[in-house]
């Protein structure tokens, strides 16, 4: 499955971006999607997944009830609704997918990753 990251941008401390990541190839129903971040200089962290069919979400601490994941099984695509944004959410946004059924915390689960987006926000 190829995947294509979209979305991202700068914005003001407790603004708003919605990200988008579009599928390609295999049926993007058989993977649970993650959406990960990495800040310069840090490594690859979780922010959020979500199951094959969308019924379980899971979500870092640091982003709980500011950033929502979800899907679109018909359109081939898994969105990040992020609100109330911080300036330490800056990084790149990075979509993937996993064989497992109900997405992962760890980034070595995910066989297939996007390119990117870069989320800046200024305080």
């Known amino acids: 499955v190829q995947l294509q990251a979209s979305g991202g941008g700068l914005v003001q401390a407790g603004g708003s971006l919605r990200l988008s990541c579009a599928a390609s190839?295999?049926?993007?129903?058989?993977?649970?999607m993650g959406w990960f971040h990495q800040a310069p200089g840090k490594e690859r962290e979780f922010v959020a997944a979500?199951?094959?069919?969308?019924?379980?979400?899971y979500y870092a601490d640091s982003v709980k009830g500011r950033f929502t994941i979800s899907r679109d099984n018909a359109k081939n695509t898994v969105y990040l609704q992020m609100n109330s944004l911080k300036p330490e959410d800056t990084a790149v946004y990075y979509c993937?997918?996993?064989?497992?059924?109900?997405?992962?915390?760890?980034?070595?689960?995910?066989?297939?990753w996007g390119q990117g987006t870069q989320v800046t926000v200024s305080s």
């Open positions: 993937a997918a996993s064989d497992g059924t109900t997405g992962s915390w760890y980034a070595e689960d995910y066989r297939h």
């Open positions: 979500i199951s094959r069919r969308g019924s379980s979400t």
């Open positions: 190839g295999r049926t993007f129903s058989s993977y649970a």
